[in-house]
């Protein structure tokens, strides 16, 4: 079974700052994608970036950037020049190609933008 | 285009009794998912459609959790009896379609939950 870790329960930092969320997954396949989902206090969940585990370029999304090392089972997801408006709860997600789309979460990072 | 429903936004009941929810996804997606999300969690398969077929339950308690998905469509999740420790939110999410590896249509798209207290 495929297993997700987000290792940061809570994250702070500063407007117009850097900040680097972590997650590490566990899993024996070699084709899946991994996630980012940002979910606000609102509780809508809203897809951040996506890598595909066969695409050695990280994905990048306007401030959004990840950093993906498939050897080390590592996915790490950095935002440049944080707003206010990213205050949520990052969901590091993990889904397998080979029996279907379902989507296996990280507990979560709550990270807080400070202005 | 209009996002997935979800109702009701919020639900409180006693234990032992009944409860069900709604989920009406986004219009043409086959796959529909149900998601449990106990606080300080992450969410959590319960069940996922393809079209009006079941494609995992493996993690729904079927003694006391049922779902359909009647005509491909909306979907309904219903906890008989409940227990504390069905207090949850619960997401219900959408996909175009389940077939379509590598493309867009694996992207799920979430409905804003239901928040359910059981006390």
């Known amino acids: 079974a495929q297993t997700v870790t987000q290792s940061q329960p809570e994250m702070s930092v500063q407007e117009a700052e850097t900040v680097t969320l972590s997650c590490t997954y566990d899993?024996?396949?070699?084709?899946?994608?991994l996630f980012w989902y940002k979910q606000p206090p609102s509780r809508q969940m809203i897809l951040v970036i996506r890598?595909?585990?066969?695409?050695?370029q990280n994905a990048t999304e306007n401030r959004f950037s990840v950093n993906f090392q498939k050897a080390a089972k590592s996915f790490s997801l950095k935002i440049s020049d944080s707003q206010l408006g990213d205050t949520a709860m990052y969901f590091c997600?993990?889904?397998?190609?080979?029996?279907?789309?379902?989507?296996?979460f990280g507990a979560g990072t709550i990270l807080r933008v400070k202005s | 285009e209009a996002g997935v429903a979800q109702s009701p936004r919020y639900k409180i009941i006693e234990k032992r009794q009944s409860v069900a929810f709604w989920c009406n996804p986004i219009s043409g997606h086959a796959t529909l998912y149900w998601y449990q999300q106990i606080l300080g969690q992450g969410p959590k398969l319960l069940i996922q459609f393809q079209n009006n077929g079941v494609v995992d339950d493996s993690q729904l308690p079927k003694d006391r959790f049922s779902a359909e998905r009647l005509k491909g469509v909306d979907s309904t999740l219903k906890i008989q009896p409940a227990k504390l420790e069905d207090s949850a939110v619960y997401l219900c999410?959408?996909?175009?379609?389940?077939?379509?590896?590598?493309?867009?249509?694996?992207?799920?798209?979430f409905g804003p939950g239901t928040r359910l207290t059981v006390l």
């Open positions: 899993t024996s396949e070699n084709n899946y994608y």
């Open positions: 890598q595909e585990a066969y695409k050695q």
């Open positions: 999410a959408s996909s175009l379609d389940r077939a379509l590896a590598g493309g867009l249509g694996n992207e799920q798209f």
């Open positions: 997600a993990f889904m397998k190609l080979k029996y279907g789309n379902k989507l296996v």
